[in-house]
């Protein structure tokens, strides 16, 4: 019997415990916008990207291969948005779902390649 109790008493703290909580979309991200910085954690000179965009649109010069972290704060509808390393929507691409974000993209998210993007819904 005491074995049993014991398994249900570690059985309840497994249940009991709880995922750390995800942090909420930085208050900097404009809603209706895709937003990037040039620095890491939503710091530094930022880009707000529109929703209504259709089509492939360039970064201006002045942002080309600098975002360091990103925020979709899209909304009615939500939009995902795919980034390319290269002019023309070319190269390597990284989508971002709606209501996604990252104060810290890495090289495999494309930290400073973004070249240009498109909207893709």
Sequence with gaps: MRRSLIAVAAAGMVLTMQA???????????????SLWDGIGYTGAAYPISDDW????????????????VANNSASPARNIRF??????????????????????????GNNSYTSYRFTN
């Design 54 to 69: 259709t089509g492939c649109r360039e970064l201006p010069s002045w942002f080309n291969d600098k975002a360091s972290s």
């Design 20 to 34: 750390p909580a995800l942090a909420a979309m930085p208050s900097n991200a404009p809603r209706h916008y895709v």
């Design 84 to 109: 390319y390393q290269h002019t023309g929507c070319g190269g390597t691409s990284y989508l971002f779902y709606a209501g996604t974000y990252d104060g810290q993209l890495s090289s495999g998210q």
